[in-house]
């Protein structure tokens, strides 16, 4: 690779890195292909939305009649294939968009059904499997869970076992989240979905879509899932939504979880959108291009990784569907030392030295590395590991390959300097 730019890579890695990359170019015309395929997708909707920019045009107060606000539901229902959208800055976060569907969705006496074992930290106090104040458990919201197979797949059986029990809801998290299990494919979802509907078709089929959305051609809601949601600052805000969530599936379960945001009776009409409607249209514009930058970094670190000896899931030839690469050290040390060098080799706050700590919602200390435009935002190249066996970080994002690939070569001299790793001969 050439540096115009002194980035202090040793010639040894970069001899690597150069390596590595020739291999690639046919990875990266496949991800160029869907993200292309999904631009085109994106952009048919905007046109059929009739999308105009009187509605970058935002609301204040209750925010009535924002034609800004109803164009990009329509936008994202139009893309994801679905009835109705609630997409909104004001919901905080992946975890609140899926707060709100649950709560939204189920009632007392209910039973919530993982078909992929436990679902993402953070919902751990949501669900009530730690005790929390206001979570479902304490609504007498009921938990089961459908174990994953040795293979880390999914368990075809016991899920039409327990959906056999008529479930209200039957829960899938596609991407892996801080498990060490594959993701789940699209293709996979869909026969979930061929599942609810042969066995238990009035149980609500839900999907948190979290990193997913256009990794693949298809989506889960096209698939068969009855509902979905997702964080803006991840894939979906294109790393220009400011923050935000959304869920999106049929028009009846979208309005319960409106109303549920807001309040009954008020559901979708009101939400300022406080001038933040340009930054979620022009996002969602640029998503399929920039979910394109992301995974060629993932694919990308999975490979130079994977040369310097260490486990990295996916592997880099291995199909994908979503944008997270697991980089698994066995080890605090490298894990640390590898979301330094993702900071430092970052655009925003370099200077900064990450360290572990007792994030709100996480279970063990987590290291978190993220120099963004947008705090927290994971479709910039962030990494981030829980302190606890097998000592993995989940390094995500990179809205332009050409500088991503700068924070993941930070993060292999980092360990080669700290003697963490070396480049084989
Ligand atoms: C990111 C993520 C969430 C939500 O996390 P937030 O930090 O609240 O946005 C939920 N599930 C999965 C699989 C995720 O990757």
Not at 147 to 170: H, N, V
Not at 216 to 238: F, T
Not at 263 to 285: C, E, I
Not at 410 to 419: I, R, S
Request: with cysteine.
């Amino acid at each position: 690779m050439e540096t115009y730019y002194r980035f202090d890579f040793s010639p040894e890695l970069l001899a690597l890195s150069a390596k590595v990359e020739d291999k690639l170019s046919p990875r990266f015309a496949e991800i160029d292909r869907i993200a292309r395929l999904n631009s085109q997708k994106v952009h048919y909707a905007f046109r059929r939305c009739a999308v105009s920019d009187t509605h970058f045009v935002g609301t204040t107060g209750y925010g009535y009649d924002d034609r800004g606000r109803t164009v990009i539901d329509r936008v994202y229902a139009e893309t994801f294939g679905a009835e109705d959208a609630l997409v909104r800055h004001f919901m905080i976060s992946g975890t609140h968009a899926l707060t709100t569907a649950l709560f939204g969705l189920l009632r007392p006496g209910d039973v919530m059904l993982s078909v992929a074992a436990k679902p993402y930290d953070t919902l751990d106090k949501v669900i009530g499997i730690k005790p929390c104040a206001g979570s479902l458990a304490e609504f007498g919201i009921r938990y089961e869970q459908v174990e994953l197979t040795e293979q880390g797949r999914l368990d075809y059986e016991a899920i039409e076992q327990a959906l056999a029990r008529k479930p209200k809801m039957a829960y899938l998290q596609r991407s892996r989240g801080y498990a060490v299990r594959p993701s789940i494919f699209v293709d996979e979802i869909a026969e979930v979905a061929r599942l609810v509907k042969k066995v238990s078709p009035k149980t609500i089929f839900f999907v948190d879509n979290c990193y997913g959305e256009f990794v693949e051609q298809r989506e889960p809601i096209e698939a068969g899932a009855d509902v979905m949601a997702g964080s803006l600052i991840k894939n979906p805000g294109g790393s220009m939504a400011e923050c935000g969530g959304y869920i999106v599936g049929k028009a009846e379960l979208v309005e319960r979880c409106a109303n549920r945001l807001t309040s009954p009776g008020l559901g979708k009409q009101v939400g300022p959108s406080l001038g933040q409607n340009r930054n979620l249209l022009r996002g969602f514009y640029f998503a399929p291009s920039i979910t394109g930058n992301a995974l060629k970094t993932a694919v990308y670190t999975s490979a130079l990784f994977g040369a310097l000896g260490f486990d990295c899931s996916p592997a880099w030839d291995a199909p994908r569907t979503d944008i997270v690469e697991q980089v698994i050290f066995h080890d605090p040390a490298p894990l640390v030392a590898f979301c330094q060098g993702i900071q430092a080799g970052s655009a925003i706050d370099s200077f900064v030295r990450p360290e572990p700590w007792a994030m709100p919602g996480y279970t063990n200390e987590v290291i978190m590395a993220a120099g963004a435009f947008v705090q927290g935002s994971s479709i910039e190249l962030s990494a981030d590991g829980p302190l606890r066996p097998p000592f993995a970080a989940y390094m995500q994002g990179g809205i332009i390959f050409d500088t991503a690939q700068i924070g993941i070569l930070t993060a292999a001299q980092k360990l080669l300097d700290d003697g963490l790793a070396e480049v084989p001969s």
